[in-house]
Nanobody
Framework: QVQLVESGGGPVQAGGSLRLSCAAS????????MGWFRQGPGQEREFVGA????????YHTPSVKGRFTVSRANAKNTLYLQMNSLKPEDAAVYYC????????????????????????WGRGTQVTVSS
């Protein structure tokens, strides 16, 4: 079966950096757009960023643009999220997800950006940012 396993989360001070990884198995990784979402305490799950199947196109939510970068290594079946200049409001559980769609279906975004556009999910990794 499909498995997406996130790693790399943990505590970090504001202004610091973390790189999250998501190891995929049980699916043809290069056929799926991959995305990152996050959910803070008492908040709804929100889109962070996505990368196209071959990695040449990315789309990030405005609040992380310029600080976070989504990338992928298809040869390793791995998705990454490089997070720089972290802020306390970035603290959340971060989830990776796989979408069979090449663009936003309901969101009309260049890449899928809504939860419903993703079919497979990891269990998440916690990121804590202290001020």
């Amino acid at each position: 079966q499909v498995q997406l396993v996130e790693s790399g989360g943990g505590p970090v001070q504001a202004g610091g950096s973390l790189r999250l990884s998501c190891a995929a198995s049980g699916l043809t990784f290069s056929n799926y757009v991959m995305g990152w979402f996050r959910q803070g305490p008492g908040q709804e799950r929100e889109f962070v960023g996505a990368v196209s199947t071959n990695g040449d196109e990315t789309y990030h939510t405005p609040s992380v643009k310029g600080r976070f970068t989504v990338s992928r290594a298809n040869a390793k079946n791995t998705l990454y999220l490089q997070m720089n200049s972290l802020k306390p409001e970035d603290a959340a559980v971060y989830y990776c997800a796989a979408s069979p769609y090449f663009a936003g279906i309901t969101s009309m975004s260049p890449l899928p950006s809504r939860s419903g556009e993703y079919h497979y999910w990891g269990r998440g990794t916690q990121v804590t940012v202290s001020s």
